[in-house]
């Protein structure tokens, strides 16, 4: 099956209301030094196609329950580079349109502004995900994918059409991202709703943030050291996290936007993930 029910990792901390996922591509060419599918897709960073993708997901979308939302995706991104090309969850929403299933979309891409034709007749809300809005972190931390600017350029252009959007700030990095948390709220005031989440480590993400981020590590590792370890993550510690969290939540409602955030055992209203903004 390639529509599943979302679990992460049987999580005790997510709160998602219950969805289906779809991984339109195998791996995901982002390549972002914290990424955690590495610790359980070989080769995560190289992205593969799916044999005959369309024809048995229009099997699997005739049997299913449309009450529940599709959300595109969790261990990659529907958009990465090669989709510019091959157009592949293009024609899987021109799917989802036949079969009128509501959908949420999360990518680190701005190509999905060249689906905003089919996007504004379905039944879906847009989400993007900014660390940072600072280029040159950005560049650092997610080399291979498209700029902050161009990614909320696009997700402007989304909202024009009419269409619900949504933004993840995840990972808030402290001494790194955290820093421009106020610059990328701004840059994204536009949105209904935004999920925050602070980095979360495992042992492969942090051996690629060490060799990146040597002095910045030099400050993390005592503290993950001291943190939380939950479902195979290293966490902050928990007073240090849910300062972060509770600052971040105040200066997200304080703009009139709604807050979530993921895996943190922390508030979120009126859901974690922004699946309510999704028309039924
Ligand atoms: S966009 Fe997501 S799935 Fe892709 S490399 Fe970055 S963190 Fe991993």
Not at 13 to 31: E, Q, R, S, V
């Amino acid at each position: 099956m390639y529509i599943r029910p979302f679990d992460p990792w049987k999580s005790k901390l997510c709160t998602c209301p219950f969805k289906y996922t779809l991984n339109i591509y195998t791996g995901c060419d982002h390549a972002c030094v914290y990424c955690y599918i590495t610790s359980y897709i070989p080769r995560a960073f190289k992205v593969r196609i799916k044999e005959n993708l369309l024809p048995k997901l229009e099997r699997e979308l005739r049997k299913l329950d449309k009450r529940f939302i599709v959300s595109l995706s969790y261990s990659s991104d529907p958009y990465p580079t090669v989709e510019q090309e091959l157009g592949i969850t293009r024609k899987v929403l021109q799917l989802f349109k036949r079969y009128d299933v509501r959908c949420m979309l999360l990518t680190k891409s701005d190509i999905f502004g060249r689906d905003i034709d089919i996007l504004s007749e379905l039944k879906c809300a847009i989400g993007i995900t900014v660390t940072t809005v600072n280029e040159g972190k950005a560049s650092l931390l997610e080399p291979n994918a498209p700029r902050p600017s161009s990614r909320i350029k696009a997700l402007k252009k989304a909202k024009k059409a009419g269409i619900p959007v949504y933004a993840r700030i995840d990972p808030i990095i402290p001494f790194y991202t955290w820093e421009d948390f106020d610059e990328t709220l701004d840059a994204l005031s536009f949105v209904q709703h935004i999920t925050v989440s602070t980095l979360k480590l495992r042992p492969d993400s942090w051996k690629r943030m060490e060799a990146k981020f040597p002095a910045l590590m030099k400050k993390l590792s005592p503290l993950y050291k001291k943190g939380e370890r939950i479902g195979g993550y290293y966490y902050l510690p928990r007073d240090f996290r849910f300062e972060i969290l509770k600052k971040a939540r105040k200066k997200v409602e304080d703009k009139g936007i709604t807050f979530g955030s993921c895996r943190e055992d922390y508030y979120s209203h009126p859901t974690c993930d922004g699946s309510h903004l999704v028309p039924l």
